[in-house]
């Protein structure tokens, strides 16, 4: 049964324009933290606001009682940019309701999945008078960002979260009514490479031809990162590559995803990648090397005829189990520093880095997350990896020793951090009562 008690919280929390990248923003993303601390009292659980170098983090908790399992439950609060505003059926922090989904940014990523959560505790609490689990709800403000102040926080408070086991719900399902448990996540390492030329822009005509173009050059080292067929050229790219075992493969083999689904939601009119592998072997269990920006030299309107000084790359690499970022920077570096073309220099800066993580999903915890899959969608769960990145997932395991449960709610047309994201209601609801029934199945 729909409370539309529920569905007016989400709109109310959909609303907070909490965009953590901008910093014009941070009084809206504030104040959606206050709110957040307001609606988990409101819902029986004591709450408090934790400030950071950054955005706050909110916690809530139950009176915790000697003896029962202690789940944690992660989500974050803040939003990617509505940019751009002109592709958006209606306005981004307006939620909008129209054929069974609610359109908005956030309203998958992540608050209409956390608040299911949230909801689902106070529901418990209504009718119980407590929960049967010690349960810590952490929900943070910068996830979009990176998680910059998360990784100090859990330091700083490592005996308060200590915990069990961790659910979140910031992945996907394979499609509708197909309750989804992401066992495995990618990993992930960033860098931008800067090929420097000439000390200015130069006239094509008078030096083109005897001055090496850094446009021309960073093209030729990109290009060298790939053979034709999508492999990764990089020397010892692949050593520490955790091969898929044949159980992962039978698996997958076996869910309704397909190639054909994956051209209609990309809209590419054919795959390409790694030989050898499935379209889901390739998303889901082997590395990437992924050119996310280049440019260099006149970009407006007609001809400039310059040879530019320099030119640029942003590139990104997703990771899988054994593979270490600092590694694979490393090596990338070394890569393109044997392929520059005479008369330029590279100037390589490291970004964001996290490793991938891998649970085993026939874990006690793992069957508990099972079967509330199971008795939620009334079918088997689709056991998968995500070829996306969340490092503080691995995080978590470093710091409180603890497995991550990952059950989404996202559909694959959800259109996370593009114009007109959407949540599905029905999945929202649907939520909430998995989460009811995880937390029965971890108090068993």
């Known amino acids: 049964m ?18 953590s990248t901008d910093s014009s923003y941070s009084n809206d993303v504030k104040d959606c933290a206050e709110w957040l601390t307001n609606k988990m009292i409101d819902k029986g659980l004591e709450s408090q606001i934790y400030e950071t170098p950054g955005h706050p983090i909110v916690v809530g908790k139950n009176k915790h009682r000697e003896g029962l399992p202690t789940i944690m439950i992660y989500g974050h609060y803040d939003v990617q940019p509505a940019d751009p505003l002109d592709l958006w059926e209606s306005p981004p922090f307006e939620p909008r309701i129209d054929e069974g989904k609610i359109y908005a940014r956030g309203s998958t990523d992540n608050k209409g999945q956390n608040l299911a959560h949230l909801l689902g505790l106070g529901e418990i609490i209504n009718e119980e008078g407590e929960l049967p689990v010690n349960v810590i709800l952490l929900v943070e403000g910068e996830e979009e960002i990176g998680s910059p102040n998360l990784g100090p926080f859990l330091e700083k408070y490592r005996d308060e979260l200590s915990c069990d086991v961790i659910a979140v719900s910031d992945t996907g399902m394979i499609g509708p009514g197909i309750g989804t448990f992401t066992y495995g996540l990618r990993g992930i390492a960033c860098m931008e490479v800067t090929l420097h030329g000439p000390s200015t822009d130069l006239h094509s005509g008078v030096f083109g031809g005897s001055i090496a173009n850094p446009s021309t050059a960073i093209a030729r080292i990109i290009s060298s990162l790939h ?24 698996a997958w083999a076996s869910l309704p995803v397909n190639e054909a689904e994956t051209l209609e939601l990309t809209g590419s009119s054919e795959l ?24 260099g030299g006149y970009q407006g309107e007609g001809s400039k005829t310059v040879i530019p000084s320099k030119s640029f790359a942003k590139l990104s690499f997703r990771l899988v189990p054994d593979q270490d ?36 999903p026939q874990s006690d915890y793992g069957k508990a997350a099972q079967n509330a899959l199971r008795e939620t969608f009334g079918c088997e769960p689709a056991l998968i990896r995500e070829g996306g990145s969340i ?53 068993n």
């Open 325 to 360: 970022p600092e590694k694979i920077l490393k090596l990338v570096q070394e890569h393109l520093e044997s392929h520059l073309t005479p008369g330029t220099r590279i100037e390589c800066e490291f970004g964001h880095s996290g490793k991938a993580y891998l649970m085993d």
């Open 391 to 443: 490092p503080i997932v691995q995080t978590f395991k470093d710091v409180l020793g603890a497995d991550t449960l990952l059950l989404g709610l996202a559909l694959p047309d959800c259109q996370i951090h593009a114009p007109n994201e959407n949540f599905l209601i029905k999945n929202f609801y649907d939520g909430i009562r998995l989460n009811r029934l995880l937390i029965k199945e971890i108090s």
């Open 272 to 295: 390409f990648g790694e030989q050898g592998f499935t379209d889901a072997e390739r998303r889901w269990a082997r590395p990437t090397a992924e050119v996310n920006g280049i440019g």
């Open 2 to 19: 729909m409370n539309e008690e529920h569905l007016k919280d989400l709109i109310t929390y959909l609303k907070f324009p909490s965009i």
């Open 227 to 250: 053979d034709s067929d999508g492999k990764i050229q990089v020397l010892g790219f692949y050593d520490d590559v955790r091969e898929i075992q044949e159980w992962e493969r039978d």
